[in-house]
T-cell receptor
């Protein structure tokens, strides 16, 4: 009964491939997020969805495309993977309409070779 | 342009003593600050927060202090316990229709028995 789950936990792939990371939350939250933690350990927001609608879209290459089939799921698809995409990707969720704590998933470590 | 900075990458404290983690920010628009704790191979978990209208918030062993004029906040843990060993992230946000957290790069706290 994990609150925010991500699959896979580890992903190793070659440059140029397309891959997806899945995220699911069972907290009933209506807002979900994707964060990237790079090699310098900075956690930076990439996207946020509220009730399946994109509300935050940071300066992220358009090779990254989030998809929210319903408010409990937010998937991240990455096209034409590059070496610089290697990072840990965290999904998170929270309530909307104010400042609420965000609940994070365990992360997906993506390694592009 | 790192708006939230944690200048100490690591801190080592004796068990039972006080741990003080520091965080500085540059954006005067931030009106809410949060601390997250992260264990290896897990996602960050919320610890404590403070609104910009307050200068102190306390929750058990954890106290966060905010000095708005200095754009500085600190997290005090007393007494420190071995289970507190983790990476601590400071985060700041201003709610503008969506909650966008800006994180510092983290401080690794080690509690020595």
């Amino acid at each position: 009964d994990t609150a925010v789950s991500q699959t896979p936990k580890y992903l190793v792939t070659q440059m140029g491939n397309d891959k997806s990371i899945k995220c699911e939350q069972n907290l009933g939250h209506d807002t979900m997020y994707w964060y990237k933690q790079d090699s310098k350990k900075f956690l930076k927001i990439m996207f946020s969805y509220n009730n399946k609608e994109l509300i935050i879209n940071e300066t992220v290459p358009n090779r990254f495309s989030p998809k929210s089939p319903d408010k409990a799921h937010l998937n991240l698809h990455i096209n034409s993977l590059e070496l610089g995409d290697s990072a840990v990707y965290f999904c998170a969720s929270s309530w909307a309409g104010g400042i609420y704590e965000q609940y994070f998933g365990p992360g997906t470590r993506l390694t592009v070779t | 342009d790192q708006q939230v900075k944690q200048n100490s990458p690591s801190l080592s404290v004796q068990e039972g003593r006080i741990s003080i983690l520091n965080c500085d920010y540059t954006n005067s628009m931030f009106d809410y600050f949060l601390w997250y704790k992260k264990y290896p191979a897990e996602g960050p978990t919320f610890l404590i927060s403070i609104s910009s209208i307050k200068d102190k918030n306390e929750d058990g062993r954890f106290t966060v202090f905010l000095n708005k004029s200095a754009k500085h906040l600190s997290l005090h843990i007393v007494p420190s316990q071995p289970g507190d060993s983790a990476v601590y992230f400071c985060a700041a946000t201003v709610f503008q229709g969506a909650q966008k957290l800006v994180f510092g790069q983290g401080t690794r706290l080690t509690i020595n028995p």
